[in-house]
């Protein structure tokens, strides 16, 4: 019944999912090439998508301008690590301008401090796992994001906790750029906490949407 109503109301939602999954799978076979950097793309190009069937707001369509750029760097980063991270800041910086056009009114003190833990913390650890200083300086984008995520008015449960997972997926993969020893399997971590931050920010952003005009979606 689940699957039947989410391939139904929300068939791009549902084709991201299977393609997200379908490059998990497929991303260490003989298949490789252009096909599975397209497939890797599609995931958060088909959120994109998802985004603008859902809503058509203003704030709809900066999301979707967010993920496809994910899509882009998605792509890149499988030709060259500085064009696909050029993609990301990109996205990062459209991200932010999302939260702070929807920043919450009246943030609790220990919510700012959060904000500010995540804003410091995001090109600290970035450093620390990678000691590239162009990654350090991404780092500060990828903190901007997650803290002004925090303090949106879009659910922390979703969008907020979502941001947080890219920002540790991230760090898993400036931690194999820095050889800081992590364990092997850790590398398999990555797209998962990628998508899933994706996943949640996205359905997050929209629900909140829909849910105050709901004739918008």
Same mark, same amino acid.
């Given at each position: 019944?689940?699957?039947?109503?989410?391939?139904?109301?929300?068939?791009?939602?549902?084709?991201?999912? /299977?393609?997200?999954?379908?490059?998990?799978?497929?991303?260490?076979?003989?298949?490789?090439?252009?096909?599975? &950097?397209?497939?890797?793309?599609?995931?958060?190009?088909?959120?994109?998508? #998802?985004?603008?069937?859902?809503?058509?707001?203003?704030?709809?369509? &900066?999301?979707?301008?967010?993920?496809?750029?994910?899509?882009?760097?998605?792509?890149?980063?499988?030709?060259?690590?500085?064009?696909?991270?050029?993609?990301?800041?990109?996205?990062?910086?459209?991200?932010?301008?999302? #939260?702070?056009?929807?920043?919450?009114?009246?943030?609790?003190?220990?919510?700012?401090? /959060?904000?500010?833990?995540?804003?410091?913390?995001?090109?600290?650890?970035?450093?620390?796992?990678?000691?590239?200083?162009?990654?350090?300086?991404?780092?500060?984008?990828?903190?901007?994001?997650?803290?002004?995520?925090?303090?949106?008015?879009?659910?922390? #449960?979703?969008?907020?906790?979502? /941001?947080?997972?890219?920002?540790?997926?991230?760090?898993?993969?400036?931690?194999?750029?820095?050889?800081?020893?992590?364990?092997?399997?850790? /590398?398999?971590?990555?797209?998962?906490?990628? #998508?899933?931050?994706?996943?949640?920010?996205?359905?997050?952003? &929209?629900?909140?949407?829909?849910?105050?005009?709901?004739?918008?979606?």
């Amino acid at each position: 019944m689940v699957k039947r109503a989410l391939t139904e109301k929300r068939p791009w939602l549902f084709a991201s999912i /299977a393609v997200a999954i379908a490059y998990f799978f497929l991303k260490d076979t003989a298949i490789g090439g252009t096909w599975l &950097i397209l497939l890797k793309g599609s995931a958060a190009g088909l959120l994109a998508v #998802y985004a603008l069937q859902r809503h058509n707001s203003i704030d709809a369509k &900066i999301l979707a301008i967010v993920m496809l750029l994910s899509a882009a760097g998605d792509m890149l980063i499988e030709l060259d690590l500085i064009w696909g991270g050029a993609a990301f800041f990109l996205s990062h910086l459209a991200a932010i301008a999302l #939260y702070l056009k929807n920043r919450r009114h009246n943030p609790a003190k220990s919510q700012m401090l /959060a904000a500010l833990a995540l804003l410091a913390l995001a090109p600290l650890v970035s450093w620390l796992v990678s000691h590239d200083p162009g990654i350090a300086i991404y780092g500060v984008a990828l903190g901007g994001m997650a803290a002004t995520a925090w303090l949106s008015r879009f659910s922390r #449960y979703r969008v907020g906790i979502g /941001a947080i997972v890219f920002v540790v997926s991230d760090w898993l993969i400036f931690a194999g750029v820095g050889n800081s020893g992590l364990p092997g399997w850790s /590398a398999n971590l990555v797209w998962p906490l990628y #998508y899933l931050g994706q996943f949640l920010i996205a359905t997050g952003v &929209i629900q909140t949407l829909r849910k105050e005009l709901p004739s918008a979606g």
